[in-house]
């Protein structure tokens, strides 16, 4: 039972648009949600986190929004950017031992 | 500061074969983790470390044993490797408070089991 769900396996979107990833979980124990953005051939990298007693995050171009009742976040990156090209995880955790439930990825190609 | 580390990049197997990956931060992060990704599918948690001297099993501990040799290491072992280990495994590593944070990872290494 996949608690962490990314139902778009791949988005394409123009240089200098907003690239919208979403994000959606079951457990409503999570409390603290995570972005990583991966390259081929390299680790995942973080990119930005979000608390659940907040329903927004931002850091430059990204942002997290949370909203809770429909256990759904997204990330929104304005403007998009070529480098932007990767696969965009999200991740949500809880407990003392924060383990990581990463969602399936969903791969962003930014067209110049 | 490297980071996390992992060794080796690649490697091939044997069904049967044993092999051990090996990890390593310099971030004096008190926990650890070992993730596998396949294709389709995001990470998976193998096992993990919360502090030097413990060790727990994640989401998809079985074929796997790990060892944490001190605080900057953590190991993970295939006794008898199988096809269905072929993956890629990245480790990481958080300061380990119990509070919200940040997992590092490394660069990952590629098995493929034959």
């Known amino acids: 039972d996949q608690q962490v769900k990314q139902n778009s396996p791949s988005l394409s979107v123009q240089e200098g648009r907003i690239s919208i990833l979403n994000c959606d979980y079951t457990?409503?124990?999570?409390?603290?949600f995570l972005w990583y953005k991966k390259y081929p051939a390299e680790g995942p990298t973080f990119l930005i986190s979000?608390?659940?007693?907040?329903d927004k995050n931002e850091d430059g171009r990204f942002t997290v929004f949370l909203n809770k009742s429909a256990k759904h976040l997204s990330l929104h990156i304005v403007p998009s950017q070529p480098g932007d090209s990767a696969v965009y995880f999200c991740a949500a955790t809880s407990g003392s031992a924060r383990q990581l439930t990463f969602g399936s990825g969903t791969q962003l190609t930014v067209l110049p | 500061n490297a980071g996390v580390t992992q060794t080796p990049k690649f490697q091939v197997l044997k069904t049967g074969q044993s092999m051990t990956l090996q990890c390593a931060q310099d971030m004096n992060h008190n926990s650890m983790y070992w993730y596998r990704q396949d294709p389709g599918m995001g990470l998976r948690l193998i096992y993990y470390?919360?502090?030097?001297?413990?060790?727990d099993k994640g989401e998809v501990p079985n074929g796997y044993n790990v060892s944490r040799l001190n605080k900057r290491e953590f190991s993970l072992r295939l006794e008898s490797a199988a096809p269905s280990q072929t993956s890629v495994y990245f480790c990481?590593?958080?300061?380990?408070?119990?509070?919200?944070?940040?997992?590092?990872f490394g660069p990952g290494t590629r098995l493929l089991v034959l």
């Open positions: 979000i608390s659940s007693i907040k």
């Open positions: 457990n409503s124990m999570f409390d603290y």
């Open positions: 470390s919360a502090s030097e001297g413990t060790t």
């Open positions: 990481a590593s958080s300061e380990g408070t119990g509070a919200p944070e940040t997992q590092y």
